[in-house]
């Protein structure tokens, strides 16, 4: 299994600001996910954050939107920016861990809930 | 890219009822969950089900991996089950999970 924080639980911003969300995992992963769930939709992957390397955006997801940190392998931060109301989601924090390639399970965070206003 | 549908979009039941979840995905998969977000919105992994059965409680799951679906049963259903359950699939480690529209589940007293 995985243990996964997130930091602010939730938060309600002005529109025009930027929230940056902490994600911390118990132990070291190589990949660190970001998800976005709208309010009543399914969850999208928003980009892949790798240590040492940039992220990888999903499409519809861009760099300067979005900033992603990958310090070191256990911690991995996500920016929401310049937010407007259309912004407001869950956003999730998710690891895979398995005994291989083929086994890998999937375990989010508790999500951070943001309100813009 | 893989499609992932689930039925019913929408369920109603009163407490002690059975129910069954069912999700269809469109290519062959690798690895496939269930999840159960709660009204807080925590995810919750119920199954890691590729294929074959598995039992939790009141839990059961059976994939049919050559026929792409995934059931997902709850027996005597509690308010507790509320909420909504996500089938997700992967079909390589290389790939992205790519999860189905949700089953909203009501569980009234």
């Known amino acids: 299994s995985a243990v996964i924080s997130q930091k602010p639980s939730r938060d309600i911003c002005q529109r025009g600001t930027s929230l940056t969300i902490q994600c911390q995992v118990d132990s070291q992963v190589t990949m660190m996910f970001w998800y976005r769930q709208q309010p009543g939709q399914s969850l999208t992957l928003i980009a892949t954050a790798n240590q040492g390397s940039e992220a990888t955006y999903e499409s519809g997801f861009v760099i300067d939107k979005f900033p992603i940190s990958r310090p070191n392998l256990t911690f991995s931060t996500l920016t929401v920016s310049n937010m407007s109301p259309e912004d407001s989601s869950i956003y999730l924090c998710?690891?895979?861990?398995?005994?291989?390639?083929?086994?890998?399970?999937?375990?989010f965070g508790p999500g951070t809930r943001l309100l813009v206003l | 890219g893989i499609q992932v549908e689930q039925s019913p979009p929408d369920l109603i039941l009163q407490e002690g009822a059975n129910s069954t979840l069912r999700c269809n995905f469109s290519d062959s998969v690798n690895n496939l969950q269930w999840f159960h977000q709660n009204p807080w919105g925590q995810l919750i992994n119920l199954f890691y089900i590729p294929s074959g059965t598995k039992q939790n409680g009141r839990l059961s799951a059976t994939t049919v991996a050559t026929e792409r679906y995934s059931l997902l049963y709850i027996s005597s259903s509690q308010t507790t089950d509320s909420g909504v359950y996500f089938c997700?699939?992967?079909?390589?480690?290389?790939?992205?999970?790519?999860f189905g529209p949700g089953t909203s589940l009501s569980v009234i007293p």
């Open positions: 998710s690891v895979r861990r398995g005994l291989g390639l083929l086994q890998e399970t999937q375990y």
């Open positions: 997700a699939v992967l079909k390589t480690s290389y790939d992205k999970v790519i």
